[in-house]
């Protein structure tokens, strides 16, 4: 029996976060600031036959901010591999020390909820492929969106 391998990768994106490195903050002006380690996520390989894999890595997820801010969401696109296969957001589940529990990343997630100030989360993955997902190397973008405060 011939066992198929899958390796895949996530290139993290982070959309509307703002503030630069080595740059200097007013501290009287509103400023938020999104960091990530590592910008690129290895989940590592996985076989087939061993039904839901989890990543090696993690991703450390930080907000940096002088006034409220709402909940911190997390979401992702399809992993993809070429035109030949697809991992549905579905089969990707995330991890926090507040979740507690792997939950599905079908619809976005909360990592971080209401606060102001500086605050650090990190993000555990694991991921389900199927006999229908090719062995290859897939691709797809985290999005991190900051809420505003309810």
């Known amino acids: 029996m011939m066992k198929r391998f899958i390796i895949w990768t996530i290139l993290l994106a982070l959309l509307g976060s703002s503030g630069t490195t080595g740059s200097t903050i007013d501290e009287n002006e509103p400023y938020l600031k999104v960091s990530t ?3 690129e996520i290895d989940l590592g390989m996985a076989s087939f036959f061993l039904g839901i894999h989890e990543a090696p890595g993690a991703l450390k997820v930080g907000i940096e ?7 911190v969401l ?3 696109t399809p992993l993809k591999n070429g035109t030949r296969g697809k991992i549905e957001p579905e089969n990707i589940f995330v991890r926090t020390s507040s979740l507690g529990q792997y ?3 079908k619809k976005p997630v909360m990592i971080m909820p209401t606060a102001a100030g500086s605050q650090e989360v990190v ?3 694991k991921v389900h492929a199927g006999l229908n997902n090719p062995s290859g190397q897939y691709e797809g973008t985290i999005t991190l969106t900051v809420a505003p405060p309810v």
């Open 123 to 125: 993000v555990d993955f």
């Open 65 to 71: 901010t002088n006034f409220w801010h709402g909940p």
């Open 74 to 76: 997390i979401s992702t």
């Open 37 to 39: 380690s590592p910008d």
């Open 103 to 105: 939950v599905s990343l």
